[in-house]
């Protein structure tokens, strides 16, 4: 496990007193709210108040007081230490527990390794990385994922997913 986990990114400054729009990578908004710890750049910083919206959220951290500071942090991750990590329901999973993972289809074809995870609007999309360094886009629906063993370290997909037609 990363000593780190992202819950969000900050996507722009807001107003002139150094809040922060920030796009949330969690699904527990209370990440956010006044009083929680959260680490930017490795540092430790405090929301001193937080404004829901969709999709960003507007919050404001200790140490970043105007909008030069805060357009400074563009881009950047707000993580969590990971022993802070909350429990899922069962069949959910942090995209750091399935990346690295190995992926082999249900007929026992290894494919290669779950190398990204792509958070799309209709849901996720997992980057698989071949055995031959060939990217293939595999959507986690339960159309297409069989089964996920974290002890295993391997995720099973449908073989359909890997059938490619040659066009000539």
């Known amino acids: 496990m ?95 527990q399935l990346v690295g993972l190995a992926v082999v289809t249900d007929g026992g074809r290894k494919v290669g390794e779950l190398s990204s995870v792509l958070e799309r609007p209709a849901n996720d999309v997992w980057v698989i990385t071949g055995e031959d360094g060939a990217e293939h886009l595999v959507p986690a629906t339960r159309d297409a994922v069989v089964g996920i063993d974290l002890e295993a370290g391997r995720v099973t997909v449908k073989a359909w997913v890997f059938d490619v037609e040659e066009v000539r």
């Open 2 to 96: 990363p000593e780190f986990v992202r819950v969000g990114q900050v996507t722009a400054p807001f107003g002139v007193q150094g809040a922060v729009k920030v796009y949330p990578l969690t699904d527990f908004e209370d990440r956010f709210a006044p009083g929680s710890e959260l680490f930017l750049d490795g540092e430790a910083r405090r929301v001193e108040w937080w404004k829901p919206g969709h999709p960003t959220v507007t919050l404001k951290l200790t140490g970043i007081d105007n909008r030069t500071l805060a357009e400074l942090h563009r881009g950047r991750y707000l993580e969590v230490p990971s022993e802070a990590v909350k429990p899922l329901s069962p069949g959910s999973y942090y995209h750091h």
